[in-house]
């Protein structure tokens, strides 16, 4: 079974709408989450920190169930430049603080 | 955040050849340098773990004698993929780090696109 899993999409949305997607781990000693975007061919760069209480940055909104062992990231009022594929990543301090990727979540904003 | 280099951001080579990508951490100390590669449509894989002045820790089924690290300054760290083959052909990314505790950010290089032929 894979660390991390995410649905790998694409979400085609117009602009305005709202997209919510999900991402599973399957270790539930993984200490810390995040959400990293990575525009095509280009490297990840970070979004947000997923906090326990869940957190929103602008137009972002992660939430984290360590129950269910899953973090979700929606996005509301998309905008063109929200097309991008979301990595969900996760850190473990049994596997000696090393990220997890996920394999991304493609978005695509339409106009 | 922290600025991070990577060269060349692209490469062709011949198969056989060796190709060296050199990944420098311009405004921090990097103590611990992952070295990732990144087939089309799939995660991020980390390949090596390397601290600065100690031999580079690998993954399970990376070739070590295949894909040469050496991290010898705290600012720069450097890949070499020797007898580079078809199967080689990834987008190679490195990321430095000051710190390994479960709050540090983890930046990343731009990445190096090697097509072997």
């Known amino acids: 079974r894979k660390e991390v899993e995410q649905d790998p999409g694409p979400f085609n949305v117009p602009e305005g709408a709202t997209v919510a997607f999900n991402c599973t781990y399957s270790?539930?000693?993984?200490?810390?989450f995040f959400w990293y975007r990575q525009d095509c061919r280009k490297e990840p760069k970070l979004l947000m920190s997923?906090?326990?209480s869940g957190n929103e940055d602008g137009r972002f909104t992660a939430q984290l169930n360590r129950a269910s062992q899953y973090i979700s990231l929606l996005i509301r009022d998309s905008k063109l430049s929200d097309s991008a594929t979301y990595l969900c990543?996760?850190?473990?301090?049994?596997?000696?603080?090393?990220?997890?990727f996920g394999a991304g979540t493609t978005v695509t904003v339409r106009a | 955040g922290a600025v991070v280099s990577q060269h060349p951001s692209w490469v062709i080579c011949k198969s056989g050849t060796s190709v060296k990508i050199e990944c420098r951490s311009l405004?921090?100390?990097?103590?611990?340098m992952f070295w990732y590669r990144q087939f089309p449509k799939q995660s991020l894989m980390l390949m090596a773990t390397?601290?600065?002045?100690?031999?580079?820790?690998?993954e399970q089924g990376v070739e070590k004698d295949k894909f040469l690290i050496n991290h010898a300054s705290l600012t720069l760290s450097t890949l070499t993929v020797t007898s580079a083959h078809p199967e080689d052909s990834s987008f190679y990314i490195c990321?430095?780090?000051?710190?390994?505790?479960?709050?540090?950010?983890?930046?990343f290089g731009p990445g190096t696109r090697l097509t072997v032929l």
């Open positions: 990543v996760v850190r473990t301090r049994s596997n000696d603080y090393k990220l997890s």
């Open positions: 997923v906090y326990s």
């Open positions: 405004d921090f100390q990097a103590t611990t």
């Open positions: 390397s601290n600065e002045g100690s031999k580079a820790t690998y």
């Open positions: 270790n539930s000693a993984s200490q810390s």
């Open positions: 990321s430095p780090t000051a710190g390994l505790g479960h709050t540090d950010t983890q930046y």
